[in-house]
Structures are given as structure tokens and as C-alpha cells.
């Protein structure tokens, strides 16, 4: 699956210009900076197939990527919570971001990014709580794994665990990742091979 060249399809800004229903969506969502698009570009094994940067707010677009002869889809999303852009296109980007969550037939899994220095924050579980909702499953990935000491790694784990326990369309385990060293890749693409094979 990630052997094929994986390439850009659309930029989507509205609901309306959504690819018509086919085959099946993953999508990458979380705050602003969190590593989303990093992480779609160490998966994909492509360094500029999603724009990354330092300025939270760089995703503005549901932009969708596919390899040939796959039925799979990876959605990079824009952030939620702060983001250097006017707030006029933060708040349409948000409500595009909450409106494709909520109903989408052919979204299969959410992964759900945490910066691991960090952990769940209130909009995280804002998102959390739409998913549940909708009864769309998600799995929660620490991004940034590299930030921090091993020890550090394996408590936020345990606490991330803990708080996911509860929550119905929650994965119950969490893979710890770094897009700078390549952590945590393979457990990443296997959880996906998984998707694609039912
Ligand atoms: P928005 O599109 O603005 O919501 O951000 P995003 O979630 O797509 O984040 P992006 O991938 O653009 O990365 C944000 C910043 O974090 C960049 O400066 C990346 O280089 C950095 N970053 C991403 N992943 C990692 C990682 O695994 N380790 C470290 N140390 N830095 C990372
Ligand atoms: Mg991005």
C-alpha cells in the first residue's frame, strides 16, 4: 500500500466540493501544529506531498491523496484551536473540518493526533465528542515522540489511555510516532493495511 507513489487529488473548502462517495477515507485530525501533514508525508514516504510549516494554520483545506489502484484515501485536514490566519477563515475552516466528521459513509477511521508533550486538550475532546456521536471511530496518535524522554513517552500513554477509556468510538490502544526519526511508522501503516482489508 505505501510502496505505490502516493499523490495529491483535490483541495476541498466546502462540503459541496467533496469527491463523490467511493471507496474508503481515512483523515488526519488535531490541533493546529500538532504534526498532521508531517505525518502524512513520513507514511506516504513523500517529504512534500502535504505542505508542513512552522506557523500553526498552514492546512486551510480538506486536501485528499491516493495511489493508483488503491481505494484508499488520506485526508490531511486543517487544525482546530489557535492558527496565524484571520479569523474569518478559521471559523469556516472549523465548521468544514466538524461538518466532514460528523457525516461521511466512507470516513472509516479518524486518527486523532496529540502532541505528546501536551496530551488531550478541551478541543480534543470537543472533536472526541462529535466522533462518539456519530459513532465514527478514531485512535489517538502521540505526535512529537521525539520531544520527550521514555519515560515521559510511556506516561502520557498511560494517561491518554485512561482518558480514551470511556469514550465509545474510542480504539483502545494508541501508537506513540516521531516524523523526524521515524518512530512508530510501522504500527501506523499496519493499523491502516487493516482498514483497507475488509
Ligand atoms: P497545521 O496544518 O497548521 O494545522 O499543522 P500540522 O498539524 O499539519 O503540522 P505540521 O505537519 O505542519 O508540523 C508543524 C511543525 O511541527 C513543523 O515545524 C514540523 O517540522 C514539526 N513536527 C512535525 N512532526 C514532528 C515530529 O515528529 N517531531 C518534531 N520534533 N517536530 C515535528
Ligand atoms: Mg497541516
Do not use: C
Not at 480504539?171 to 518512530?183: D, F
Amino acid at each position: 500500500l505505501f510502496a505505490r507513489p502516493w499523490e495529491f487529488i483535490t483541495s476541498v473548502k466546502e462540503m459541496h466540493q467533496l469527491p463523490v462517495l467511493d471507496g474508503i477515507e481515512i483523515a488526519f485530525a488535531g490541533r493546529s501544529n500538532v504534526g498532521k501533514s508531517s505525518l502524512i508525508n513520513k507514511l506516504t514516504g513523500k517529504k512534500a506531498l502535504a505542505r508542513t510549516s512552522n506557523t500553526p494554520g498552514r492546512t486551510q483545506m480538506l486536501n485528499f491523496f491516493g495511489a493508483e489502484h488503491s481505494m484508499l484515501k488520506i485526508v490531511d485536514m486543517p487544525g482546530y484551536g489557535y492558527a496565524e490566519a484571520p479569523k474569518g477563515m478559521v471559523d469556516a475552516w472549523t465548521s468544514l473540518i466538524f461538518d466532514y466528521l460528523r457525516g461521511r459513509s466512507t470516513l472509516r477511521r479518524v486518527f486523532s493526533l496529540i502532541d505528546s508533550r501536551h496530551g488531550i486538550k478541551k478541543n480534543d475532546l470537543d472533536a472526541m465528542a462529535i466522533l462518539d456521536k456519530s459513532a465514527v471511530p478514531y485512535q489517538v496518535v502521540l505526535t512529537k515522540a521525539d520531544k520527550l524522554k521514555p519515560g515521559q513517552l510511556q506516561r502520557m500513554k498511560e494517561e491518554t489511555l485512561k482518558v480514551l477509556a470511556k469514550r465509545p468510538a474510542a480504539h483502545p490502544e494508541v501508537i506513540a510516532t516521531s516524523s523526524e526519526k521515524g518512530l512508530g511508522m510501522d504500527d501506523l501503516r499496519a493499523e491502516i493495511a487493516q482498514l483497507v482489508s475488509y
